[in-house]
């Protein structure tokens, strides 16, 4: 009896060793298991790790190269652009240049046609001032006419009075040719001279510049406005040579003039004042008549003083 309860609870020992060693064991393989877990559970998250490294290096990689192409194409868009405005630049540059050399060129032009107008209306304006600009120093020489009448007569006071007015300084242009005959009886002189042709008064009343042509054109003066020019003159060169004459002649001997001159046309061919045909200027005038004219004054008409002086009307000028 004693036995059995001793195999019994050798039994018993040996199946709570055995149960013992079988929890130990599940506990050792459990903790195997656990351990593989780990193990795997880290090599994965390793894996994992270098997975993520190596996608973020591809990444930064990639984005690297992203970077370095659009580094590139700015740089090229840059050098283009830069480029582009260079050529924009010099556009610009040679517009503004040739639009300052058109603007020169113009500004020359333009100089050069007030130039040319200034040459023109100073000669008119010469032409048209005869009386005023006419010769004062006549006057100095009437002793010398006195002397030729008392020792040549007649002949020698018209020589006297035709090379005073040919010593005389003249707008160029005007002619200087005169003829003089002397009635000491009378007291008169008879005074012919040449006047200038009618092509001596400018065909170009001014010059402008036309942009269009890059020219300076001539305006042309109109003829009526040419033949009232030339009328002036004509008045004017009378008148001047009436005063010039009783300038130069003392007053007791030269009481009269009598002055003419021939159309242009006649009379040229020699150099002489005409004589016969068409006389442009007539004029029978006193020294009392001449004297009383204001010939200094500026709003002087010749062609009204010579209308005065004239008992005849002044033909019209001959072209």
Known sequence: MLRRRLSARREAQA???????????????????DARREEAR???????????????????????????????NQARLDERRGYEQVQQDLVARTAEASRERARLVA??????????????????????????TRPRELATRRPSVT???????????????VD?????????????????????????????????????????ARYEYVEAGDAVEPVSRSVEEGDALYRQLVAGAAVRVLAGVFDLTPPELV???????????????TGRPGAGGQWLVDVDATRAAVEAL??????????????????????????
């Open 107 to 132: 500004a020359r032009r333009a100089t050069e046609a007030a130039r040319r107008t200034t040459a023109v209306e100073a000669r008119s304006a010469e032409l048209a001032r005869l009386v005023a």
């Open 255 to 269: 009481d009269r003039v009598a002055l003419r001159a021939p159309a242009p046309s006649q009379g040229q061919a």
């Open 164 to 204: 005073g007015l040919r010593s005389a300084v003249h707008p160029s242009g005007l002619p200087n040719a005169y003829a003089a005959r002397y009635s000491p009886v009378a007291h008169e002189l008879r005074v012919t001279f040449e006047l200038p042709a009618r092509a001596i008064v400018p065909t170009v």
């Open 42 to 72: 880290a090599e994965h998250d390793a894996a994992a790790k270098v997975d993520r490294a190596e996608r973020r290096r591809a990444h930064e990689a990639d984005w690297d190269e992203r970077r370095r192409v659009e580094a590139a």
């Open 294 to 319: 204001a010939l200094d004054d500026p709003d002087l008409d010749p062609v009204a003083v010579l209308e005065a002086l004239t008992a005849t009307p002044t033909p019209e000028p001959t072209a």
């Open 15 to 33: 199946r709570a060793a055995r149960a013992d060693a079988d929890r130990a064991a599940d506990r050792a393989l459990s903790a195997d298991r």
């Open 147 to 161: 002397r030729g009448f008392a020792t040549g007569g007649a002949g020698a006071v018209a020589a006297a009075v």
